[in-house]
């Protein structure tokens, strides 16, 4: 069975076999900015870790992500290529060429001032020109020489826990070169006495504290000391990856350990003074939804805000979606293309301007979503089938005798799930600009293909909206003349935007055999 479209909301799936969700593409959720704290020209698919959320969001305030696409390439001046640093993803390893722009960045804002270029021969000519920098500064050495003595730099080198704890130590360094007296402070401190306790070396905290290079143990005592890499059940994991996230995470919080104490004030989220967004449904959290029912959540208006920002995460934290909304609510429906099962789910919820910065603290629901038992579609027989049918009343417009549009009542069977979902499309159908009018119209019909005998397909005006065959062959109809017979339906008029509001799919542009354009679907088929 194929899915059904994509939809202009957050929504999770209503096959027959299994629930699926996607991604919103007439939100354009592929080019969201950041989604948190993603810098703008990045892609949507590039999802930060909940854990990460608030400290990236200042990340991106402190500006340290700017440089990542804003920076010029090449030595000294400008050298090289106009490549520029791009993170793959949140969740991969961070490279060497883009922690290195990262820490020069954060170091020029912590100084107030540009880091001078070393006059350097690198063994990548097109190297950009934070790593001139880098090395003025002794955050980046080379992993070695050419025979022309040229540094070897190793540009896409995934770096470790450990590379980072050094390169963000020798920046701290740099920028305060009192504290490189901490290391042999702390070594000591380790030795002496205290009311008779030994002062235990933080190091030894870890219990893969061997594992830690010798070059990097100063610096990863430094770093565990000061709480800014503060490892994972108590391992420090010294030669595992640094994420993306991670890096531009610990680079935030030597930042703010060392900025000024009024730059730090003047932190856009700070200076907001926004509360977090506060949540009117679910009324609790944890809450209890049905998986296949319709799930609202919504929250307060907050005055003065362009929009909200809301991310899912879905069990097991493989399912990450986000998206931007104007309204202070956000529909959880039946979608396509990605596994949705039962389960707990977190939603997190903040405040954006304009230009899509969250700009108040992070609300975070918790909901624990399950199967209806009522949701099936999958029938023995037509006996079954009908007593999951309703049947609902509807208001259309159509032509009197006269040639006067006017109200009139029509009736159709549906599957007792969607018959809400086809009750507000028909309103909204009715309610709209082009008052369009319909003579005909049939939902449930058993024994006939598609998925009319699940009831969860809809015909209007079968004879003005004719099934034809990509070869010519008319199915079922006469023709289809929008803007020129008044039952026939426009492309992009009120009928297609009501049905695809909800997620419907339509035979008129969404097959590749035929073209359908009498037929509205729940699943697309």
Not at 25 to 38: E, K
Not at 430 to 455: A, D, L, T, W
Request: glycine share 8%.
């Amino acid at each position: 069975m194929s899915r059904r479209p994509s939809l202009a909301r957050v929504f999770p799936a209503r096959s027959a076999s299994t629930v699926r969700l996607a991604l919103a593409v007439t939100l354009t959720i592929a080019v969201i900015l950041a989604t948190l704290a993603l810098p703008k020209q990045a892609s949507a698919a590039l999802l930060p870790s909940a854990w990460a959320e608030g400290e990236l969001e200042l990340a991106q305030q402190w500006g340290l992500l700017s440089d990542l696409y804003d920076a010029p390439s090449g030595g000294p001046v400008s050298r090289g290529s106009d490549s520029r640093p791009d993170p793959s993803s949140y969740t991969s390893g961070i490279n060497k060429d883009t922690f290195t722009q990262v820490v020069v960045t954060m170091c020029e804002k912590l100084l107030g001032r540009s880091i001078d270029a070393a006059n350097v021969q690198f063994d990548d000519r097109t190297a950009p020109a934070c790593y001139y920098k880098a090395f003025e500064a002794g955050i980046v050495n080379g992993k070695g020489v050419t025979p022309d003595e040229a540094v070897i730099l190793g540009r896409d080198d995934i770096l470790s826990r450990e590379q980072i704890a050094k390169m963000l130590y020798q920046a701290i360094v740099y920028c305060d070169p009192s504290q490189d007296s901490h290391d042999s402070q702390v070594s000591q401190d380790s030795e002496a006495t205290q009311d008779s306790q030994v002062t235990v070396d933080v190091l030894a905290t870890f219990s893969d504290c061997e594992d830690i290079s010798e070059w990097a143990r100063n610096a990863a005592r430094y770093m565990a000391d000061k709480g800014i890499l503060k490892g994972v059940d108590g391992q420090f994991l010294p030669k595992a990856q640094c994420t993306f996230e991670q890096g531009v995470v610990l680079a935030k919080r030597v930042y703010e350990e060392f900025a000024d104490e009024q730059v730090l004030k003047s932190a856009p989220m700070m200076r907001s003074g926004l509360a977090a967004p506060v949540v009117v449904k679910p009324e609790s959290s944890p809450a209890s939804m049905s998986l296949q029912r319709e799930v609202k959540l919504a929250w307060q208006a907050m005055p003065g805000v362009s929009g909200y920002l809301v991310r899912i995460d879905y069990p097991g934290a493989t399912q990450t979606q986000s998206v931007y909304t104007n309204v202070p609510e956000i529909q959880v429906q039946p979608q396509r293309n990605k596994e949705l099962g039962p389960g707990p789910h977190s939603v997190s919820i903040a405040a954006v301007d304009g230009d899509h910065n969250v700009i108040s603290p992070f609300t975070r629901v918790s909901i624990n979503l399950y199967n209806d038992s009522d949701y099936d579609f999958d029938f023995k027989d037509a006996a079954e089938a009908e007593s999951y049918m309703t049947t609902v009343t509807v208001r259309v417009w159509d032509f009197d005798g006269n040639g006067q549009k006017v109200t009139v009542s029509k009736t159709l069977t549906v599957h007792k799930w969607v018959a809400a979902d086809v009750v507000a499309i028909f309103e909204d159908i009715y309610n709209g600009p082009e008052r369009f009018p319909i003579h005909s119209v049939h939902g449930y019909r058993p024994g006939s293909g598609g998925e009319h005998p699940k009831g969860t397909a809809i015909d209007i005006n079968p004879n003005e909206n004719y099934e034809v065959w990509l070869d010519g062959r008319v199915g079922v109809g006469s023709f289809w003349k929008p803007g020129v017979n008044p039952y026939s339906i426009p492309l992009d008029g009120d009928v297609v935007k009501a049905f695809r509001a909800r997620g419907w799919g339509w035979g008129g542009t969404d097959w590749r055999s035929k073209r359908d354009y009498m037929h509205f679907s729940y699943f697309g088929t």
